[in-house]
Nanobody
Framework: QVQLVESGGGSVQVGGSLRLSCIVR????????MGWFRQAPGKGREGVAA???????NYADSVKGRFTISQDIAKNTVDLQMNSLKPEDTAIYYC??????????????????????WGQGTQVTVSA
């Protein structure tokens, strides 16, 4: 059974940094996509960053140059380093994973209908 557990959320001022970590337990996939998504109040869930089994990375335009996704295969973790945070980054951040290539899945308008495995979410709040 695949389980995802996020950690590292919190409150930070504009321009600050946070690092989110996701432990992915129980997967045995050779081909996969693991990523971070977020949902702000009153908005849909959107892709933030994803990394595939081939090492390719995808980023939302709004976070390019500020956020970095990384994976530690030995530790089964997928981390999201977030720098230069803005108030519009405030949201619940979710880790997700599944057995397919990232490209189309990451850009889906409804990722919650595509990815089969999700963490419980962690709150990130950026204040001015």
């Amino acid at each position: 059974q695949v389980q995802l557990v996020e950690s590292g959320g919190g409150s930070v001022q504009v321009g600050g940094s946070l690092r989110l970590s996701c432990i992915v337990r129980g997967y045995t996939w050779n081909r996969y996509c693991m990523g971070w998504f977020r949902q702000a109040p009153g908005k849909g869930r959107e892709g933030v960053a994803a990394i595939g089994s081939d090492g390719a990375r995808n980023y939302a335009d709004s976070v390019k140059g500020r956020f970095t996704i990384s994976q530690d295969i030995a530790k089964n973790t997928v981390d999201l380093q977030m720098n230069s945070l803005k108030p519009e980054d405030t949201a619940i951040y979710y880790c997700a994973a599944d057995q397919f290539d990232c490209f189309a899945a990451f850009a889906s308008a409804r990722p919650e209908n595509i990815f089969g495995y999700w963490g419980q979410g962690t709150q990130v709040t950026v204040s001015a």
